[in-house]
């Protein structure tokens, strides 16, 4: 089993910068494909950014794309989302994921076996 636990939000001015963090408890973070989704005020959760364990491989959202960088240290059992140039809409919940499987990433919710709690994200115009 594996307990995921996320930081770093907070309070930004629109084209400002957070970066995010998923501390992964256990000994078996590099078993994982991982990814980080997110849920605005009366709207479903939406994929955000995925990572895959051996290679590195990332897939972002349109929305991310060129903005949002996901990475990972398996030596730290950790994994990150540097958000730059933030915009209102950006504006949500984020949550971790870890979907079990050396290969491959996970786009779908239901790929995903283990969930963070979130960090809000608040982006000001």
């Known amino acids: 089993q594996v307990q995921l636990v996320e930081s770093g939000g907070g309070l930004v001015q629109a084209g400002g910068s957070l970066r995010l963090s998923c501390a992964a408890s256990g000994r078996t973070f590099s078993s994982y494909a991982m990814g980080w989704f997110r849920q605005a005020p009366g709207k479903?959760?939406?994929?955000?950014?995925?990572?895959?364990?051996?290679?590195?491989?990332?897939?972002y959202a349109d929305f991310g794309k060129g903005r949002f960088t996901i990475s990972r240290d398996n030596a730290k059992n950790t994994m990150y989302l540097q958000m730059d140039s933030l915009k209102p809409e950006d504006t949500a919940v984020y949550y971790c994921a870890a979907k079990l499987g050396i290969i491959g990433i996970g786009l779908k919710e239901s790929e995903y076996n283990y969930w963070g709690q979130g960090t809000q994200v608040t982006v000001s115009s």
């Open 44 to 59: 479903e959760r939406e994929f955000v950014a995925a990572i895959s364990v051996i290679t590195r491989t990332t897939y």
